[in-house]
Nanobody, 123 residues
Framework: QVQLVESGGGLEQAGGSLRLSCAAS????????MGWFRQAPGKEREFVAA????????YYADSVKGRFTISRDNAKNTVYLQMNSLKPEDTAVYYC????????????????WGQGTQVTVST
């Protein structure tokens, strides 16, 4: 079973950038579709971005399209989320997730989840 550990969260001013990383254990990382989700206080968890195992297809929520970029390095068993032009409404705990099955990557039908990393964007 793959295990996921997120890092890179923190406090940033509006308009700034952060890069989140999600390191995965195991030797089958390249077989997983990887996703990023977030959950703000008092709100449901929502889809942010996802990338297929080959890296050929990526998906974004409308709220982050053009500002966030998901990428992966299969040699390093790591998926990244580059977040630019941050807004206060991006404040949330960000989770990465892995799916071995073929799923709709914008849903929460993933098999494994990380513990999350806090991102706080100040005005």
């Amino acid at each position: 079973q793959v295990q996921l550990v997120e890092s890179g969260g923190g406090l940033e001013q509006a308009g700034g950038s952060l890069r989140l990383s999600c390191a995965a254990s195991g030797r089958t990382f390249s077989s997983y579709t990887m996703g990023w989700f977030r959950q703000a206080p008092g709100k449901e968890r929502e889809f942010v971005a996802a990338i297929r195992r080959s890296g050929g297809s990526s998906y974004y929520a409308d709220s982050v399209k053009g500002r966030f970029t998901i990428s992966r390095d299969n040699a390093k068993n790591t998926v990244y989320l580059q977040m630019n032009s941050l807004k206060p409404e991006d404040t949330a705990v960000y989770y990465c997730a892995a799916a071995l099955r073929f799923i709709d990557p914008t849903t929460d039908a993933y098999d494994r989840w990380g513990q999350g990393t806090q991102v706080t964007v100040s005005t």
